[in-house]
């Protein structure tokens, strides 16, 4: 569903994203739990999507970054809040940005690892077709996940989680750890990992340098306080316009008026400059 808001722009884009993506999951699981073999024709192969299998561009998006267990519902669950909390802090638009920023950047450097393989190393034919058919399988939506976490991580660092269910610790924490753990393993890593990994990096990098998003919990529930504020006080106002006992007119409908109290009438009866001096006093 794609939402606009005409007065900011902040829910431009595709809605609950996140939600889009775990159903995506549930549909990997179910064929891998239905027919493995199937998941090898929906990786993101660029030498396969060259030779005209185009869905691959769309279908690596489901399939699941592990096996299914209870851990797996555990973490779906766990991405599914973190993400749908992101993209009402940040906006649609912004939330969709960051995904579907680090989606086009895998899809890219699948074309570059197949570019590498075929003028780097000189591979072509089956050779090709068979490496970067085992390539394909590192361009996981893990590191997609990984990097809603990230976004996570750097808006509310200061926020406690529960590590492996028991230990406490701040998420800021966990966040420089994937991060440090990422750059390991893309330089230790083969070739395919450096691909897979580096586009990551690449969208984390360029959302950590342009964006400033540490937001702390308590100043979440100042602005939802003030939101709750500044709505109770618009509702007030609204109530307390200025309206005509005669004819019903108000600031709103014609500006031009003036508006008095009658000090004659029995009550707090107002009217407009029209009807000050001609009305018939309540008594």
């Known amino acids: 569903m794609i939402q ?16 889009l993506l775990i159903v995506g999951y549930v549909i990997g699981y179910i064929m891998q739990m239905v027919s493995p073999n199937l ?6 192969d660029a030498n396969a999507i060259m030779q005209g299998q185009v869905w691959r561009l769309v ?20 991405y599914y809040r973190i993400g749908t909390l992101l993209e009402n802090i940040w906006g649609t638009a912004k939330y969709n940005r960051y995904i579907l920023g680090g989606i086009l950047l895998t899809i890219v450097s699948a074309f570059l690892l197949l570019a590498y393989l075929r003028f780097g190393m000189g591979l072509t034919g089956e050779k090709l077709a068979y490496y970067s058919a085992i390539g394909s399988i590192s361009f996981s939506t893990y590191y997609i996940n990984l990097s809603i976490f990230m ?13 492996f269910f028991v230990i406490p610790l701040k998420v800021k924490v966990l966040g420089i750890i994937d991060l440090l753990m990422l750059l390991y ?17 690449i969208n984390i990098g360029i959302f950590l340098l342009t964006t400033k998003v540490a937001i702390n919990p308590k100043q979440i529930i100042r602005q939802q306080v003030y939101k709750k504020e500044v709505k109770q006080a618009t509702k007030m106002t609204a109530k307390n316009r200025h309206k005509c006992t005669i004819c019903g007119q108000t600031e709103e409908s014609n500006p031009e008026l003036e508006f008095r109290f009658c000090s004659k009438c029995n009550g707090n009866y107002e009217y407009c400059s029209n ?6 006093h309540i008594k």
């Not at 998941?39 to 993101?44: E, G, K, R, S």
């Open 4 to 19: 606009y808001n005409k007065n900011s722009g902040r829910n431009f884009g595709i809605a609950n994203l996140t939600l």
């Open 39 to 44: 998941l090898a024709y929906l990786t993101l």
């Open 59 to 78: 279908t690596w998006l489901v399939v699941p970054p592990s096996s299914f267990d209870i851990f797996t519902l555990l973490m779906l669950y766990f």
């Open 151 to 163: 976004g996570y991580a750097a808006t509310f660092p200061d926020m406690r989680v529960l590590y």
């Open 185 to 201: 393993y893309f330089f230790t890593g083969g070739i395919f990992a450096k691909f897979a990994i580096g586009a990551a990096l």
């Open 275 to 280: 009807h000050l001096f001609t009305h018939e």
